[in-house]
């Protein structure tokens, strides 16, 4: 992630003992992303990502930590949070609040193949229903009331072309809103940014989920869309890869079959889940926040995927 927050061997080394993690041996920033600044923590008893929250509260934070205890003591793959004496696993860093989560197995897999899509889409239905008991609730904080509100402060950035498709999509996604099926959606907590580059793979082995730290209660098909936006699509171009779709989409649905509302709605979580993306990646880009490794995405990649939702939808 983007280093905003610069952690000292000697911060980080006092963590780590007092987490009963083992002596310090090397810290390395971590590139890529743009909301949180995560460090890989090597000790003399293993491997660990320490993160300093830049944008999350000490009043936010237990919903994701505590989830991925939650997913982790199911048997799902997901960095179970290192906890202190005192049984804390929020912990503080100059100021800012900060976890210690044991490093996964593997590397991700940027160039998946129908195996891959298949495994995820067989493990997030998994992860829907390990969630489905878990008694803490906070929303989707990147839905859509922050669509609402963040769409007129990147409109003045865009040409007219975009600030129309901008304002007509956010439009339709508030009417499905509104509507029954949408209502009747299976909800629960979701991770609401499961990219190829949160998932570990050994060969095609799924090793782990991470960084949870988009998760909210929403539609779980919102998350399978978020899914199928990234894995199933060809990045160059933008267009639906239908092999890998329908690989992760009977995977998925051979452990938890979607009801008729999901199958009815999949196409506009597919434009929901590109335009959430689109919107974030032109507030990144417009109005970036100083970080020393920032590197913000390029924002058209999802308006070329939600045009081609629009024009071309998917269905079951």
């Not at 990502?49 to 505590?66: D, G, I, M, S």
């Not at 992760?248 to 709605?265: D, G, K, Q, T």
């Not at 070329?304 to 071309?312: E, H, N, Y």
């Amino acid at each position: 992630m983007a280093v905003f927050t610069e952690v000292t061997e000697t911060q980080a080394n006092d963590l780590m003992q007092s987490l009963n993690l083992g002596q310090l041996c090397a810290l390395r920033g971590i590139e890529g992303g743009i909301e949180n600044t995560n460090y890989f923590a090597t000790t003399d008893q293993g491997e660990y990502v320490l993160t300093v929250f830049e944008r999350l509260t000490h009043e936010q934070l237990p919903f994701y930590l505590f989830l991925m205890k939650h997913l982790a003591g199911r048997g799902i793959p997901v960095p179970d949070p290192a906890a202190n004496r005192d049984g804390d696993v929020l912990h503080t860093l100059s100021g800012k609040p900060a976890a210690v989560v044991n490093k996964l197995a593997g590397k991700s897999q940027l160039r998946p193949q129908t195996a891959h899509c298949a495994a995820v889409g067989d493990m997030l239905a998994r992860m829907h229903l390990a969630g489905s008991d878990y008694n803490r609730n906070q929303p989707n904080l990147r839905g859509l009331p922050w669509w609402n509100v963040t769409v007129p402060v990147v409109l003045p950035h865009l040409d007219e072309a975009q600030a129309s498709l901008l304002r007509s999509e956010l439009a339709y996604q508030n009417h499905i809103a509104q509507g029954a099926a949408y209502a009747a959606l299976p909800r629960g907590p979701v991770h609401a940014d499961l990219f190829r580059d949160n998932v570990m793979f050994d060969g095609e082995q799924l090793t782990g989920f991470f960084d949870f730290y988009f998760a909210g209660v929403d539609a779980w098909l919102f998350d399978l869309a978020v899914c199928l936006n990234d894995w199933c699509i060809d990045l160059p171009s933008g267009r639906h890869d239908p092999d890998r779709a329908l690989a992760m989409l009977h995977s998925y649905m051979a452990v938890r079959p979607l009801s008729a509302a999901e199958r009815e709605l999949l196409p506009a979580m597919l434009r929901a889940g590109a335009l959430r993306f689109w919107i974030s990646r032109l507030w990144d880009f417009f109005l970036p926040r100083e970080a020393s490794m920032l590197k913000p995405h390029d924002p058209t990649h999802f308006e070329r995927v939600l045009r081609g939702r629009i024009d071309q939808p998917v269905t079951l």
